[in-house]
C-alpha cells in the first residue's frame, strides 16, 4: 500500500521560507517520480514541482521557479521541498504525490497522479 506522509508546514510572514517533506513507502522509491501539488482556497488543485528518483531530473511551474527546490534523499525514501521567497498566494494545503510528470507540450503545467497522495500540510503566508 503506497503510503506519503507530509510534515512541515505552518504559518510563515512573505519573504521567509519553510521546508516540506515527504516521507513515502508502499512501493520502490526509485521507480516512480514524486511530486508535489497543491490546492489553494476556492482553486484548483496544480502540481507544483516534480522529480525523477531515477535521474534527479526535476520540474517546476512558473510560478515558483527560482523560489522553491524539490530534492529527494533516496536512501531514506523521502522528498522535500524546499521554499523560499514564498508569496502571500503561495498559501495553500500541499501534497505529496506518488506520480508526476510535465507536459509534454512545454506548458506551464505539471501533470500529477492523484492515485496516491497523502493528506496534505497547511501552508500559510501572511502578508
Known amino acids: 500500500e503506497v503510503q506519503l506522509v507530509e510534515s512541515g508546514g505552518g504559518l510563515v510572514q512573505a519573504g521567509g521560507s519553510l521546508r516540506l517533506s515527504c516521507a513515502a513507502s508502499?512501493?520502490?522509491?526509485?521507480?516512480?517520480?514524486i511530486g508535489w501539488a497543491r490546492q489553494a482556497p476556492g482553486k484548483e488543485r496544480e502540481g507544483v514541482s516534480c522529480?525523477?528518483?531515477?535521474?534527479?531530473?526535476?520540474h517546476y511551474i512558473n510560478s515558483v521557479k527560482g523560489r522553491f527546490t524539490i530534492a529527494s534523499n533516496n536512501a531514506k525514501n523521502t522528498v522535500f521541498l524546499h521554499m523560499n521567497s514564498l508569496k502571500p498566494e503561495d498559501t495553500a494545503v500541499y501534497y505529496c504525490v506518488a506520480g508526476c510528470l510535465p507536459d509534454a507540450r512545454g506548458m506551464d503545467i505539471i501533470y500529477v497522479d492523484w492515485a496516491s497522495w497523502g493528506q496534505g500540510t497547511q501552508v500559510t503566508v501572511s502578508s
Open positions: 522529480i525523477s528518483n531515477r535521474d534527479g531530473t526535476t
Open positions: 508502499g512501493f520502490t522509491f526509485k521507480d516512480r517520480p
